[in-house]
């Protein structure tokens, strides 16, 4: 890498460094995950202030340093400004932002996960959908790209094809965090032969047919739109999934305690696995 060089970024972090400067943590297409230094960033009169803030895209101009990257110049291409006008919008955008963090690579083009979360983040900020249809969305999208999202269209023991049964309201089919992915009941039974980490989370037909629906580029309308019945789904994969993303990337998304904030006191307490995920349609 040359000792200056372009980079068009989004700003997952900035923190404090300093008497006067920011670290910023930055997703580039050119060169994955960076962290830079924005010399002066905190002064009023500082031309990077505004530049270094959540979720800008910048198109930029870096210096190599000793140990870090510096910021010498930054050309705005998008704010996200509405997101931070927000709670809710905030906090499902540093959810996808820290995601991306684990997930990225450094040093390397990440110009897909770019696209992605640039998509999400706008789909957000437009807010044309509930936010947390929003949000699952997104995070199964970024699971996808890191090549570990769950299986949800299949039974995982036995390869069979896993239909939601809409007709019987008590129908629940298992998630495994472990085995990674949707499993039909009847494969493991009786209850004392299931493995351990076969134990099930029980989803309901809506559940899973929301689930079953993350990898399309959009949610069907009905699944949006619908009512109490199939709208009251969201909170719940939200929980599943964090557990499963936090258990497949090793990490803590701190930012989903800010969604239990936004949404209380409609979300219950973070399932763990073998447990029931309610669903509001049949309870």
């Not at 997952?12 to 960033?41: M, N, Q, Y």
């Not at 809710?88 to 450094?106: H, R, T």
Request: contains cysteine.
């Amino acid at each position: 890498m040359n000792r200056t060089y372009k980079a068009t970024g989004i700003n997952l972090k900035s923190v404090p460094l300093g008497e006067a400067d920011r670290l910023v943590t930055i997703l580039t297409k050119e060169h994955g995950l960076l962290r830079a230094v924005a010399p002066g960033a905190r002064k009023s009169k500082s031309q990077l202030g505004g530049r270094v803030q959540l979720f800008v895209v910048n198109e930029l101009l870096l210096h190599q340093g000793r140990s870090l990257p510096k910021i010498t110049q930054a050309h705005t291409v998008k704010s996200h400004s509405r997101l931070s006008t927000d709670l809710g919008k905030l906090a499902a955008g540093q959810y996808l932002g820290e995601l991306v963090m684990a997930i990225a690579l450094s040093e390397q083009p990440q110009e897909q996960l770019f696209s992605l979360l640039a998509e999400h983040l706008h789909r957000l900020e437009m807010g044309v959908r509930p936010l947390l249809a929003l949000l699952v969305h997104g995070i199964y999208h970024l699971l996808a790209e890191a090549g570990v999202a769950p299986q949800v269209h299949a039974c995982c023991v036995t390869g069979e094809p896993l239909i939601p049964q809409w007709s019987h309201p008590n129908w629940r089919a298992g998630f495994s965090f472990v085995a990674g992915g949707t499993f039909s009941l009847e494969a493991v039974r009786p209850p004392e032969t299931v493995p351990l980490r076969l134990r099930p989370v029980r989803l309901s037909a809506p559940q899973l047919a929301g689930l079953q629906h993350l990898a399309a580029a959009e949610l069907p309308t009905e699944l949006t739109a619908g009512g109490d019945a199939l709208t009251g789904i969201w909170p719940s994969i939200e929980r599943l999934l964090r557990v499963y993303a936090e258990y497949h990337l090793d990490t803590s998304i701190r930012s989903a305690t800010l969604i239990d904030s936004y949404m209380q006191p409609s979300l219950d307490t973070l399932p763990s696995e073998g447990s029931v995920i309610a669903d509001r349609a049949t309870t």
